[in-house]
Structures are given as C-alpha cells and as structure tokens.
C-alpha cells in the first residue's frame, strides 16, 4: 500500500504518520518529491494488523491524502499465489484442464423418472457432471423448495446408473455434512456467496466447491469469498459466473463473459459459466454457450430438462434433450478455436 501525503506537508506531518506505520509493525519507506511526498509501506499485509486495518487507521489522518492498493487482498485464490493453472479433480473429471467440463441437469430434481432420464441425456451427449437442486433458494417461500435429502438420494440413484458426478447446492452450514455425503462437488449459490459461515464449513470438507458469483458482487468481492474456502484448507474452488443485476431488464441477469479473462488474470482457479441463469431465457442460453466457450470457458452448467414446460422451476430457461445435444454440437467448433476438447 501506497500512503501520498497531503501537498506541502511537512517534516511533523511524516514523522506522525512513519511513526504509526511502525506502530503496526510495518516499515514505511518515504519518498519526497518538490510538492508531493509518498510513503510505502513494507510487510506482509495480510499478517498481524490486515490491510483493512492498516487502511481504517491511516485513513483518519487529516495529514493524508489518500490511500493507493498496490497488492490485491486476496493471497490463495490469486495468481500471484499459484502461477500454474488449477485443476479440480472430482474423481477422473477434471475441470480446468484441457477438456471442457459439462454439467448439465434441471434446476430442481423433481422425481426419480425426471432426473434418470436427464442424467442419461446429459451423458448421451457428452456431459459429465449431473446438476440438479435439492434444497432450493427460491425467491418466494410459496414456491416450491425441493425435495431435500430424498432429492440427494435421488441424484444418487442417477449418478449410480450414468457414471456422471453430482453437484447440488448446499444453503445451510448445518446441511454441509449431509450433502457432501452425496454431493462430488457442493454447489454455492449466488444468494449465498458471502454467506461467510457457510463459506467457512465447506473450506473444511474435503468436496470440491463451486462458488456462483453474487448477483451485485465485485471481482473482489467474488475472489475474496472464495479466499474464505481456501483459507479453511479446501483448495478444490471453482469459480461460476451467473450473471449479475444491471439496469437491463430484458434478460434475468447480465452475463458478464468479461469474468472469463478477468478472473482468469486474476486467479488460477478454474471458471464456469452458467448462461441459463445469466440469461434467463432458454434461446439465449446456446449463444451464450458458444460465446463463453470461445472466450476460454473452462466449463458450462446448463439447466436441462425432460418437459420444460413442466418443470417445477426455471422452465423457462431449460433446454430439452434435442435443444442440449443440439448445444454439445454447436460449441465444438468454439471449443476446438479455443484449444480444447469436448
Ligand atoms: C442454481 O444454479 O440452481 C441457482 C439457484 O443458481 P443461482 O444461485 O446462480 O441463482
Ligand atoms: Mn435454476
């Protein structure tokens, strides 16, 4: 961090802030320019007092212009942590490799027909992972809320006949346990995301966790919630970009495909984009497909399902089997421009 001095202060106004710079136990380096002077400060500012900290204090000096970030905050999640690329490993699916990682499967799980007959499509058409919701966010409480561990049971019985893994959301700290009993990969939602004492549970477990990005959240914001996994010991953190609110109404969310070269840069950890909930509307969701995928994507959830027109929540976005094998087809010449295999 980078402390520049308000024009014209003088020896007194220096001292006073040098000297609570190593108050806090770091080491301030001054450099005096004809008018303006600033002060570095050297150490490890994510020991003893934060950069939070060091920033609240220095920040109610009248002496001090202004504060300059010269490091992000984030340690394990960011590339300067870890150059390589991560690679999640949920048995021999790998999601940030060179394949691309599909998950497919309805936004709820429904009953036992609907989802054994999706996880067979999805798998038919190439996709590895079965998604489907147990414990659901609804936005009304009258709306239908899943089925809750008989749903986990029943995403069991699916992945016990196709082979695909299962990833599900967990909302509640106190679920983490039961659903990481049936779960290959824990599912955050975007509701959810600085959800800290959830955060905090699943960074113990072992399961691999998939952090959607918050409807209103930062990049900073996103990485940061992610840190709270890894800070707990668990590594395994996908990243998934969902879409984010903006003051365009015509979609359920703005995709932001940006997430894409930005966390990138910023993080090793792998991303995927989610274009049914970033778009909302089901002839959207191929071009968003194909779009991310050509950006670098190194995944895509997609909301499958059997009768769209039936289903218990987010139909309209859904893709029947034809319309997701007619997807699979669609991005291979993408995914093949962007140097990976379907
Ligand atoms: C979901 O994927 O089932 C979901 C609820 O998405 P989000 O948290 O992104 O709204
Ligand atoms: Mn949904």
Not at 74 to 91: C, M, Q
Request: charged share 30%; net charge negative.
């Amino acid at each position: 961090m980078i402390v520049v001095m308000k024009d014209g202060s003088d020896d007194q106004d220096i001292k006073k802030i040098t000297d609570r710079i190593e108050e806090m136990g770091y080491t301030p380096h001054v450099s005096r320019g004809e008018k303006k002077t600033i002060i570095g400060i050297i150490g490890d500012l994510n020991k003893d007092l934060n950069r939070e900290e060091v920033a609240q204090s220095l920040g109610a000096y009248s002496e001090i212009d202004r504060l300059v970030p010269i490091q992000e905050p984030y340690k394990l999640v960011g590339r300067s942590f870890k150059k390589e690329d991560t690679i999640v490993e949920v048995g021999d699916v790998k999601i940030g490799g060179k394949k691309l990682a599909v998950i497919g499967g309805p936004c709820s799980v429904e009953s036992e027909k609907q989802i054994v007959n999706t996880a067979r499509a999805v798998k038919k058409a190439g996709g590895q992972i079965l998604r489907g919701g147990a414990f659901k966010p609804r936005t009304s409480p009258y709306s239908f809320q899943g089925l809750l561990e008989k749903g986990l049971k029943l995403l069991k019985t699916a992945s016990e006949e196709t082979g695909l893994k299962i990833i599900t959301e967990v909302m509640d700290p106190r679920d983490v346990e039961l659903v990481a009993e049936y779960a290959d990969i824990l599912q955050i939602g975007a509701r959810n995301m600085q959800n800290f004492y959830l955060l905090k549970e699943i960074g113990k477990t072992e399961t691999p966790a998939m952090l959607k990005r918050g409807m209103n959240a930062t990049y900073k914001e996103f990485l940061m919630a992610a840190e709270y996994i890894m800070a707990e010991g668990n590594h395994d953190v996908i990243l998934c970009e969902r879409g984010i609110r903006t003051f365009e109404e015509y979609t359920r969310n703005t995709l932001d495909l940006l997430s894409i070269p930005i966390t990138e840069k910023l993080s090793h950890l792998p991303i995927i984009i989610d274009p049914s909930h970033g778009t909302g509307d089901w002839e959207l969701v191929n071009p968003a497909a194909r779009g991310a995928v050509a950006m670098g994507a190194d995944g895509l959830m997609i909301e499958v399902h059997p009768e769209p027109q039936k289903a218990l929540s987010d139909g309209q976005q859904s893709l029947d089997f034809e319309k997701f094998n007619q997807l699979m087809e669609d991005i291979k010449v993408f995914a093949d421009a962007a140097g990976r295999e379907i």
